[in-house]
């Protein structure tokens, strides 16, 4: 079993940045892809950005080169820096553990967090 706990959000205004922190109790999270997904009111949760066990990394078009997903096995823990926040980055974030690949696709783990709130306005 594998418990994933997240932290880090906030209410900023637009343009600035947070980092998202996501610290797995296990001792083979450096086995586990990673990922962060995100939900808005009203919308279906998506995929902002996965880390493979490798450290290869992946993001939604919506957030390249503005949002960065990090690991430190050492730690057992997951980052993601947000840069530019845009009030469209407005959701609950959750970190997923456990994630599988098939074909250049990620597909959901079965570890969630219980989320984290970000909330970008001014």
């Known amino acids: 079993q594998v418990q994933l706990v997240e932290s880090g959000g906030d209410l900023v205004q637009p343009g600035r940045s947070l980092r998202l922190s996501c610290a797995a109790s296990g001792s083979i999270f450096s086995n586990y892809h990673m990922g962060w997904y995100r939900q808005a009111p009203g919308k279906e949760r998506e995929l902002v950005a996965v880390?493979?066990?490798?450290?290869?990394?992946k993001y939604a078009n919506s957030v390249k080169g503005r949002f960065t997903i990090s690991r430190e096995n050492a730690k057992n823990t997951v980052y993601l820096q947000m840069i530019s926040l845009k009030p469209e980055d407005t959701a609950v974030y959750y970190c997923?553990?456990?994630?599988?690949?098939?074909?250049?696709?990620?597909?959901?783990?079965?570890?969630w967090g219980q989320g984290t709130q970000v909330t970008v306005s001014s």
């Open positions: 997923n553990a456990d994630m599988t690949e098939e074909g250049g696709r990620y597909y959901p783990g079965r570890y």
């Open positions: 880390i493979s066990s490798g450290g290869s990394t």
